[in-house]
């Protein structure tokens, strides 16, 4: 079965192109070219069912195989990924095909699509094209993205949007997230943090989420601005060779004496589909160990909340709420695992200010820079309205 598309060439004959859209390509199985119809003379048309659109066969230039020598910035990724990056607007089922056909080469050689790229690696890339109604939607993204920003993960255009900057250099780029604000497009986010970054800095070619806060969490975000630099950050964090503090205001007094909590996580749906996770039993099937160490930073005179210091050793999904939640202090504003009852009240302008957000804050950030070997140590002050609330916090005693 076949389409007509119209190929760049102004040729005034015309020919039928494959659905897989890949000129040369043979068999996956065989790897010998295509057979075309019986009924296809060289040079003549050929009908199709349905509507049809006439396509000039290409100059002998337009189906030549380039070849691509890796950079710095892609060296680690998967030669799939290397490739969706490289043949934008193929589609992955293409993409797949040509690397089981070994038409994809590194090096001379046959890939897996698992295989990793290196500096210098020569990756052959066979000649693609998508079909002309991707060719036109391709280009009429380009128009709206000209127009409204960079194309989110899920469809759309992200708005361009700087964040308060807290450290940058030629490697990374930390700064002070807001809440509110989603870490990147999916679940039903249009965009998020590193969609508006990336249309508001066109001439950087590589920025990559190193981690992730919660959507309602605020804080140091850090982003790799070099694929080196995303590795190497990644594995600390990984390694633990971080210290990512946080400070969550809960409910209650907090026992000075309660410091580490090491509980295994589960995550689980809801019937809505909806994430969310709970303590298991350290030797649960399904449970992840998880670390978090918690430190009294100042409570309240009435005892109604206490404002903590915590350090994860582990990156569990929602940890930190799931965690000091378990403990019967659940955080403040909490819409997932709070008390909901406080959180109403407190969204309440009654006689201090109003709470209308989860008070959880990235605060304090170390680990050693990927290039110059040197320490970092980051803060990010709270924000105006966990400061405020934070000052009177103490006429809720009753609840």
Sequence with gaps: MGVWTKLPDKSTTYSLSLVKHIIGAGSAKTGRPGKPPANAAAGHAVPAAGPQTLAPIPDTAAVQATFVTVDEDSAGQRLDNFLI????????????????????????????????????????????????RAEQKAQAMAVEVARHGAASSIGGC????????????????????????????????????????????????????????????????????????????????RERETDKIYLALVRGAWPANKKVLDKALQKYLLSDGER???????????????????????????????????????????????????????????????DFELNKALQKEA??????????????????????GKRIDLLAALPPDLESFTAHATPYPEL
């Design 158 to 237: 992200a708005p361009s949007r700087e964040f308060p900057i807290l450290f940058e250099d030629e490697h990374l780029l930390a700064i002070d997230k807001p809440a509110g604000v989603a870490v990147h497009g999916g679940s039903g986010v249009a965009f998020g943090v590193i969609e508006q970054l990336r249309m508001a800095r066109p001439d950087w070619n590589f920025l990559e989420l190193v981690h992730r806060l919660d959507r309602e969490t605020s804080g140091i975000l850090l982003v790799a601005k070099k694929r080196v630099a995303l590795k190497n950050l990644q594995e600390q964090f």
């Design 351 to 372: 006689t201090g200010p109003a709470l209308k957000r989860m008070f959880l804050h990235a605060w304090r950030l170390k680990f050693t820079h990927p290039s110059s």
């Design 276 to 338: 969310r996770v709970k303590v298991v039993d350290k030797d649960h099937p399904d449970g992840m160990r998880a670390v978090t160490l918690v430190k009294v930073k100042s409570p309240s005179p009435s005892g109604a909340f206490t404002l903590l210091e915590v350090t994860i050793k582990t990156g569990r999904t929602h940890q930190i709420r799931v965690h000091l939640a378990s403990e019967g202090h659940p955080i403040a504003g909490d819409d997932k695992y709070g």
């Design 85 to 132: 990056r490289q043949l934008k607007g193929v589609p992955k089922t293409h993409v797949y095909r040509i690397i089981r056909s070994g038409e994809v080469r590194i090096n001379k050689g046959r890939a897996r699509a698992d295989t990793r790229v290196e500096t210098s690696d020569v990756v052959r890339l066979p000649p693609v094209r998508t079909s002309e």
